[in-house]
């Protein structure tokens, strides 16, 4: 019903910045809640920011706090996850996430999800 496209991935520096996007299309329920989740090598899937349907409320995990952002742009349909600072330990594949349960308010949980995009790597060599 909701289809979701990571992009913005690449190889950066430590220290670096990198910008994603999360675009999606179909049909999209208005007051939704958007994510982003990481996995990393060998690690399983964990949160890394999440934000209410109108772009008013955020949360972060505490890895990223103060170093990553999470916007929406919900006229161009678009989320966006700006990311300074970037550490080694921040190399994963990101993924984003769209789902309606949570009645547009952030979640942490997986399970309030049910749109996921494919992914996209980020690599922050040292």
């Known amino acids: 019903q909701v289809q979701l496209v990571e992009s913005g991935g690449g190889l950066v520096q430590a220290g670096d910045s990198l910008r994603l996007s999360c675009a999606a299309s179909?049909?999209?329920?208005?007051?939704?809640?958007m994510a982003w989740f990481r996995q990393g090598p060998g690690k399983e899937r964990e949160f890394v920011t999440t934000i209410s349907w109108n772009g008013v409320i955020t949360v972060y995990a505490d890895s990223v706090k103060g170093r990553f952002t999470i916007s929406r742009d919900n006229s161009k349909n678009t989320v966006y996850l700006q990311m300074n600072s970037l550490k080694p330990e921040d190399t994963a594949v990101y993924y984003c996430?769209?789902?309606?349960?949570?009645?547009?308010?952030?979640?942490?949980?997986?399970?309030?999800?049910?749109?996921w995009g494919q992914g996209t790597q980020v690599t922050v060599s040292s």
């Open positions: 179909g049909r999209i329920v208005s007051r939704n809640t």
């Open positions: 996430a769209a789902g309606a349960s949570a009645f547009g308010l952030p979640s942490r949980g997986e399970g309030d999800y049910d749109a």
